[in-house]
């Protein structure tokens, strides 16, 4: 079975400060795809990244970033120098399996709130 | 116009109407979905299509109709809900229909069943 845990419910920071969201997975497959995506107040759900479970390459766009580690199982995203638009509802997803006939398995979601 | 529109973006209706929610895509993609938001949980697959035909149905109660008339449009017909159906319903649409490939998704409709 596949999970993936998002254990941070609500984070609060100050705009400039620096915040890392973390995600653990779980899954048996040794093939799968890794997701982030956006959600702010207007609904939408916006993707912000996919990576491969044999790219374990850190990537960085901009004041995003993020670190995948097989050996723990997690895909962390860190905003640099946080803003007031970063604050959103920020989701972890996972699609298992070489196949892809396995949907997407979504976090709870974690609320990112960045205050002036 | 963006990639993915939903209307209405707000739907209000009582257990005995009957209504329906709209999706369209702007990307040339083949694959389509349903997802249902509630609160407090994680995003729920309902329905997915692939090059117009139905590849998942995800348990879901008849109450819920999906119908795909062509591979850039989504309908979710909707009748007899019940009050916990109130959610925010989202539709993605993705290139390949595959659960790996990228899915893009709309503002969503906040629907409140009273």
């Known amino acids: 079975a596949q999970k993936v845990t998002q254990a941070q419910t609500e984070i609060s920071v100050v705009e400039k400060e620096d915040v890392t969201l973390d995600c653990v997975y779980e899954?048996?497959?040794?093939?799968?795809?890794l997701f982030w995506y956006k959600q702010p107040p207007s609904g939408e759900l916006v993707f912000l990244i996919r990576r491969n479970s044999f790219d374990e390459q850190n990537e960085i766009s901009g004041r995003y970033s993020w670190n995948f580690q097989k050996s723990t199982s997690s895909f962390n995203f860190t905003i640099t120098a946080s803003q007031v638009v970063d604050s959103a509802v920020y989701f972890c997803a996972l699609s298992a399996g070489v196949s892809g006939n396995t949907p997407l398995v979504f976090g709870k979601g974690t609320r990112l709130s960045v205050i002036a | 116009e963006t990639g993915v529109t939903q209307t209405p973006r707000h739907l209000v209706m009582g257990m005995t109407n009957k209504k329906s929610l709209k999706c369209e895509q702007h990307l040339g993609h083949n694959a389509m979905y349903w997802y249902k938001q509630s609160a407090k949980k994680p995003l729920e697959l309902m329905f997915v299509y692939s090059l117009e035909e139905r590849v998942e149905n995800n348990s879901v109660p008849s109450r819920f109709s999906p119908e795909c008339p062509n591979s850039s449009h989504l309908f979710l017909h909707l009748h007899t809900l019940q009050p916990e159906d109130s959610a925010l319903y989202l539709c993605?649409?993705?290139?390949?229909?595959?659960?790996?490939?990228?899915?893009?998704f709309g503002p969503g409709t906040r629907l409140t069943v009273l």
């Open positions: 899954t048996r497959d040794t093939t799968y795809y």
């Open positions: 993605a649409s993705s290139q390949g229909g595959r659960f790996f490939d990228t899915q893009y």
